[in-house]
């Protein structure tokens, strides 16, 4: 099936780059080490045989394999709860022929190659509503969600995930890992209140990282790609200046999280399922807890709820669609996402002088003018940028019969991970199916049903493809707002209504609070750097709940 997404009037790019080639730029970025957590990237090598069934582990990021738990639905029982659950245990496992997968993940590859410059970006695949940055502060929740912080003696006990150790409560596991005392690495040495921030070999802020480039971080998966890394280091940023503006440890932390959180819900999941449902979802508030309205999502054991695998397997990966080949990370610097050693943006290495973001390429900055070539992300639909249909050795190891190919990678793992159908998921949500005829998917061998996640990013395209459909929208508001519900220490739950100092708050004032626009490559924040403090009505005396580590 080949996706239909046609150009739209006003969104698609002029033909012919307003700057040219950049010329140069290849050479300055080759001699920059990329160095991951085995030693210097090695040439990529092809995949084994697109029949074969290949290999699903040994990946991380974009490339994971199974993480502990998620084969719950098959190896203990769709009812059973642990790390993970079923979301629709009712529902049976869709098991189409290996053969159809792996053809239809060949389909959902675009071929398009990276360009030199956003600027030529004329194909109707961008997205005019949602930033480039928000396919990564997606993939920054998505492993906060899903980090496993259990120690590995209890996982050795427990290799199948029934008992729920940690949770995916959004709560910075990623930035405070376990706190200063079980993880003193991941704090300043000289006043462990603050996070430990490095700096790159130009004196520039940077993760702290080891000899070999690593970053010392609570989640190796946020230096994937340096985008996250860099947007990780925000968050690192944002903690030391609530620190710096006086506030304790546990008050710096519970700021930062409920900022994170906040953007979570009044502008991560606005843009990707549409404000309306999030409104709807919401409750008024009043004077305590907002309520979330919760239909699918029931999680056994409220206070360490499960993930669905519908969700986490199936329609959170809608994010893998809007990944770009390329990203302008400042003015006249358009990098490829994954390519050719040292000329990509794959991470575990110091952040390059040349791949540093000036975050106005990557999301509203207040006061700040918007570039006319502004990376956006690709539409929500089933196609995938070419730089996913090989994944580099730093993501997937290139062993024999690994597949490399994410779409092929997402097929078969929700197969062998027991995920219904898309057409039984929307009729168990009371939608009207979409045939498989609508989706493009004619052989017989389907049976007129359709993969979960292929549903959920087909749905989203028939749609316009500038959200997700009803089925995937859902899932995702539920799971996200539910888990938030659960969370006592959560801002939806503070005794005393809270938000940020000055509202609207989104991505962009985020960003300026941390101080991360300080050091842009540009310098075209236009703001007093000192001017953000703690917001008078955030002061760390106003504690709304007690903190909790």
Same mark, same amino acid.
């Given at each position: 099936?080949?996706?239909?997404?046609?150009?739209?009037?006003?969104?698609?790019?002029?033909?012919?780059?307003?700057?040219?080639?950049?010329?140069?730029?290849?050479?300055?970025?080759?001699?920059?080490?990329?160095?991951?957590?085995?030693?210097?990237?090695?040439?990529?090598?092809?995949?084994?045989?697109?029949?074969?069934?290949?290999?699903?582990?040994?990946?991380?990021?974009?490339?994971?394999?199974?993480?502990?738990?998620?084969?719950?639905?098959?190896?203990?029982?769709?009812?059973?709860?642990?790390?993970?659950?079923?979301?629709?245990?009712?529902?049976?496992?869709?098991?189409?022929?290996?053969?159809?997968?792996?053809?239809?993940?060949?389909?959902?590859?675009?071929?398009?190659?990276?360009?030199?410059?956003?600027?030529?970006?004329?194909?109707?695949?961008?997205?005019?509503?949602?930033?480039?940055?928000?396919?990564?502060?997606?993939?920054?929740?998505?492993?906060?969600?899903?980090?496993?912080?259990?120690?590995? #003696?209890?996982?050795?006990?427990? #290799?199948?995930?029934?008992?729920?150790?940690?949770?995916?409560?959004?709560?910075?596991?990623?930035?405070?890992?376990?706190?200063?005392?079980?993880?003193?690495?991941?704090?300043?040495?000289?006043?462990?209140?603050?996070?430990?921030?490095?700096?790159?070999?130009?004196?520039?802020?940077?993760?702290?990282?080891?000899?070999?480039?690593?970053?010392?971080?609570?989640?190796?998966?946020?230096?994937?790609?340096?985008?996250?890394?860099?947007?990780?280091?925000?968050?690192?940023?944002?903690?030391?200046?609530?620190?710096?503006?006086?506030?304790?440890?546990? /008050?710096?932390?519970?700021?930062?999280?409920?900022?994170?959180?906040?953007?979570?819900?009044?502008?991560?999941?606005?843009?990707?399922?549409?404000? #309306?449902?999030?409104?709807?979802?919401?409750?008024?508030?009043?004077?305590?807890?907002?309520?979330?309205?919760?239909?699918?999502?029931?999680?056994?054991?409220?206070?360490?709820?499960?993930?669905?695998?519908?969700?986490?397997?199936?329609?959170?990966?809608?994010?893998?669609?809007?990944?770009?080949?390329?990203?302008?990370?400042?003015?006249?610097?358009?990098?490829?996402?994954?390519?050719?050693?040292?000329?990509?943006?794959?991470?575990?290495?110091?952040?390059?002088?040349?791949?540093?973001?000036?975050?106005?390429?990557?999301?509203?900055?207040?006061?700040?003018?918007? #570039?006319?070539?502004?990376?956006?992300?690709?539409?929500?639909?089933?196609?995938?940028?070419?730089?996913?249909?090989?994944?580099?050795?730093?993501?997937?190891?290139?062993?024999?019969?690994?597949?490399?190919?994410?779409?092929?990678?997402?097929?078969?793992?929700?197969?062998?991970?027991?995920?219904?159908?898309?057409?039984?998921?929307?009729?168990?949500?009371?939608?009207?199916?979409?045939?498989?005829?609508?989706?493009?998917?004619? /052989?017989?061998?389907?049976?007129?049903?359709?993969?979960?996640?292929?549903?959920?990013?087909?749905?989203?395209?028939?749609?316009?493809?500038?959200?997700?459909?009803?089925?995937?929208?859902?899932?995702?508001? /539920?799971?996200?707002?539910?888990?938030?519900?659960?969370?006592?220490?959560?801002?939806?739950?503070?005794?005393?209504?809270?938000?940020?100092?000055?509202?609207?708050?989104?991505?962009?004032?985020?960003?300026?609070?941390?101080?991360?626009?300080?050091?842009?490559?540009?310098?075209?924040?236009?703001?007093?750097?000192?001017?953000?403090?703690?917001? /008078?009505?955030?002061?760390?005396?106003?504690?709304?709940?007690?903190?909790?580590?």
């Amino acid at each position: 099936m080949e996706s239909s997404s046609p150009s739209r009037p006003g969104v698609s790019r002029p033909g012919v780059s307003r700057r040219g080639a950049l010329a140069g730029l290849a050479a300055g970025l080759a001699a920059l080490p990329v160095v991951g957590a085995t030693g210097a990237h090695a040439a990529p090598r092809r995949p084994a045989p697109a029949a074969a069934p290949g290999v699903l582990s040994r990946g991380t990021g974009h490339g994971a394999g199974e993480l502990r738990g998620s084969g719950i639905a098959v190896t203990v029982g769709r009812k059973a709860e642990g790390r993970f659950g079923v979301m629709f245990p009712k529902l049976p496992a869709f098991s189409p022929d290996d053969a159809l997968l792996v053809g239809l993940a060949q389909r959902m590859i675009d071929r398009t190659p990276p360009l030199e410059d956003v600027s030529l970006s004329n194909d109707g695949f961008d997205n005019p509503d949602i930033p480039a940055g928000f396919a990564y502060l997606g993939q920054f929740i998505d492993h906060d969600m899903t980090l496993d912080r259990t120690p590995l #003696p209890a996982q050795e006990l427990d #290799p199948k995930g029934l008992t729920n150790f940690d949770t995916p409560f959004f709560d910075l596991g990623s930035v405070y890992g376990r706190g200063p005392a079980a993880d003193p690495q991941l704090y300043d040495p000289a006043d462990p209140r603050r996070m430990r921030i490095g700096r790159t070999p130009d004196g520039l802020p940077d993760l702290p990282r080891r000899a070999d480039g690593t970053a010392v971080i609570g989640d190796h998966r946020n230096d994937e790609n340096l985008i996250i890394a860099q947007f990780h280091l925000a968050f690192l940023q944002a903690h030391n200046r609530f620190v710096d503006s006086g506030a304790s440890f546990q /008050e710096a932390q519970r700021l930062t999280r409920w900022h994170f959180q906040w953007l979570i819900v009044h502008d991560f999941l606005p843009r990707i399922v549409g404000r #309306p449902l999030v409104r709807s979802m919401l409750g008024a508030g009043g004077k305590g807890p907002v309520a979330v309205d919760r239909r699918f999502y029931r999680p056994g054991n409220p206070a360490r709820p499960m993930m669905p695998v519908e969700y986490s397997v199936g329609a959170y990966r809608f994010g893998h669609s809007m990944v770009r080949a390329e990203y302008e990370m400042n003015d006249e610097v358009t990098i490829p996402f994954f390519g050719s050693p040292s000329n990509d943006l794959r991470g575990s290495r110091p952040i390059p002088a040349a791949a540093r973001a000036d975050w106005n390429y990557f999301f509203d900055l207040p006061g700040v003018s918007a #570039p006319d070539d502004r990376n956006l992300t690709r539409l929500i639909d089933t196609k995938l940028a070419l730089p996913l249909a090989e994944l580099p050795p730093t993501v997937v190891q290139h062993v024999d019969g690994a597949i490399l190919n994410l779409a092929q990678r997402n097929l078969l793992r929700g197969k062998r991970l027991g995920l219904p159908a898309g057409q039984d998921v929307a009729r168990a949500m009371g939608v009207a199916p979409i045939s498989n005829d609508r989706l493009g998917l004619t /052989e017989p061998g389907w049976n007129g049903r359709a993969p979960l996640w292929f549903y959920v990013l087909k749905e989203a395209e028939l749609l316009g493809g500038r959200t997700l459909g009803p089925v995937g929208g859902r899932i995702v508001a /539920e799971v996200i707002l539910g888990v938030l519900s659960l969370d006592r220490s959560s801002f939806l739950n503070a005794a005393t209504p809270w938000t940020p100092g000055a509202t609207p708050f989104a991505c962009g004032d985020f960003l300026r609070m941390a101080g991360a626009l300080e050091n842009m490559p540009t310098g075209n924040e236009d703001e007093d750097p000192e001017r953000e403090e703690v917001p /008078e009505d955030e002061h760390p005396e106003d504690e709304h709940v007690e903190e909790t580590d």
